[in-house]
């Protein structure tokens, strides 16, 4: 859990590193990682290239702390979700709306990020990579224990390839805000995503 800065020092830096952080999300999501230099992040916030380091070890330290926020987020909040829903069978379906509303929120929210994490997760080194996909791991099997208990019948290896065809559909989202023509109301697209989850994990 992160650590908030008491100081004015402390939070203007801390206030600097997200702020760095956003905009090498956006940027990686439009040209792509390799496309984007330190120079780029830096005067998109108004530093140089150079003072991006007083935050990060480089460019791949960067892109690890954006995946890395982004996994830990996703965890914790569906480890609340858990947490604040009622145990026993009958209140897994609530448990499972819960999920995928937390998702579908994620999803809408950090569409930058959702490319990044679909395009350039090779791009990390072995031991962020690795660390990423055990947070990843941690969020599927979160899903799977709720999905087990609204579907004992079905064994467990099924389950997980619901779950994961549940985050490839509702992880489209940023592709398809990128298409041509209007965008669907976020009320919109949030219900029909849900719905079409919901319709995945449950039929």
Do not use: C
Not at 82 to 103: K, W
């Amino acid at each position: 859990m992160a650590i908030t800065p008491t100081t004015d020092r402390g939070r203007r830096k801390a206030d600097r590193r997200d702020a760095i952080l956003r905009a090498a999300a956006t940027r990686f999501a439009e040209r792509g990682y390799a496309n984007v230099t330190l120079e780029d992040l830096g005067a998109a916030v108004g530093v140089s290239g150079p003072a991006v380091y007083r935050h990060f070890t480089g460019k791949a330290g960067v892109l690890a702390a954006i995946l890395l926020d982004a996994s830990t987020r996703l965890l914790d909040g569906a480890e609340r979700v858990l947490d604040d829903a009622p145990d026993g069978a009958p209140d897994a379906a609530a448990a499972l709306r819960g999920l995928i509303a937390h998702h579908v929120d994620f999803a809408m929210a950090e569409a930058d990020v959702i490319l990044v994490q679909d395009r350039e997760l090779e791009q990390l080194d072995p031991g962020a990579r690795h660390d990423v996909r055990l947070l990843q791991r941690r969020y599927v099997e979160r899903w799977v224990e709720v999905l087990a208990r609204l579907r004992p019948d079905q064994p467990e290896s099924d389950l997980r390839m619901r779950a994961h065809a549940a985050f490839g559909l509702l992880n489209s989202t940023p592709h398809s805000a990128r298409l041509p023509g209007r965008r669907p109301a976020d009320a919109t697209t949030r219900r029909l995503l849900a719905e079409m989850a919901w319709a995945a994990l449950t039929s």
